[in-house]
Nanobody, 117 residues
């Protein structure tokens, strides 16, 4: 079972930046992909970005217009989400996830990001 611990959320003004971290432990050798979803109040969950741990292929949501970048530090079993030019509509709880090669998705506890106008 993979455990995921997120950090880096908080309150920021519009136009600012934040970097989220997601540290994985326990069975990390089995992880194929890690990424981030977000969920704003009253809205559906939205895929933000993901990265394949082997090869480093990434995919970002088109709606982000290149403002967010996902990366990984394999030695630390950690993925990062660099968020720039933040907008109030980016306000949401951001959830890290990890997909093993075999088995079900693992989720972090979520971290709140609030962007003030």
């Amino acid at each position: 079972q993979v455990q995921l611990v997120e950090s880096g959320g908080g309150l920021v003004q519009a136009g600012g930046s934040l970097r989220l971290s997601c540290a994985a432990s326990g069975g990390t050798f089995s992880i194929d992909t890690m990424g981030w979803f977000r969920q704003a109040p009253g809205k559906e969950q939205e895929l933000v970005a993901y990265i394949r741990l082997t090869g480093g292929t990434t995919q970002n949501a088109d709606s982000l217009e290149g403002r967010f970048t996902i990366s990984r530090d394999s030695a630390k079993n950690t993925v990062y989400l660099q968020m720039n030019s933040l907008k109030p509509e980016d306000t949401a709880v951001y959830y890290c996830y990890a997909d093993p090669v075999v088995g079900g998705r693992n989720w972090g506890q979520g971290t709140q990001v609030t962007v003030s106008s």
